[in-house]
């Protein structure tokens, strides 16, 4: 079985959301099971599935974390020492060479990638592109949308 990368960080906010879901959500979902099933007749009872269904999924959060964490390979970045080079870890700035926009990302592992707050999957085709580059390197990917091209401003470790 292979071991999946992770950031120290991101394994610290996965292990928050699921002491989380085990201290605070599942009780709270117990209690309302409860309180639902008080009502009486269970098979018209909305708030009961309801809360039924609200628990099979914070169970599988549940599960979903704990594999994901027994599996993972939790690494300290702030540890590699690999220059200006991007390796997994990396906080890369980006910019874009055709429309001169700018961009921060952080190449996580799969488990801890979200977009939003960018955070790129290492399996991602732009970290893919990224990885072994360096400061000042331009670089090229396919995108959904066509090839994108970029010029790294900048690699930091944090």
């Known amino acids: 079985m292979s071991r999946a990368p992770i950031t120290k960080a991101g394994s610290e906010r996965l292990r928050s959301e699921l002491e989380r879901l085990k201290s605070v959500d599942r009780p709270r ?3 309302a099971i409860a309180e639902a099933r008080a009502h009486g007749d269970l098979k018209e009872n909305a708030e009961y599935h309801a809360a039924r269904e609200q628990q ?15 599996t993972a390979e939790v690494i300290d970045v702030t540890r590699l020492n690999p220059g200006s080079r991007v390796v997994f870890g990396a906080i ?5 060479e055709d429309s001169g926009e700018a961009v921060t990302y952080q190449i996580v592992g799969d488990l801890e990638a979200d977009i939003k707050q960018r955070l790129l999957a290492v399996s991602s085709p732009i970290a893919r592109a990224l990885i072994g580059k360096s400061a000042e390197d331009s670089f090229e990917f396919q995108a959904p949308n066509g090839t994108k091209r970029y010029v790294i401003t900048g690699v930091r470790y944090n």
């Open 29 to 31: 979902i117990i209690a």
């Open 56 to 70: 099979s999924f914070t169970e599988g959060r549940i599960a979903e974390l704990e594999a994901a964490l027994s």
């Open 92 to 96: 890369v700035d980006l910019e874009d």
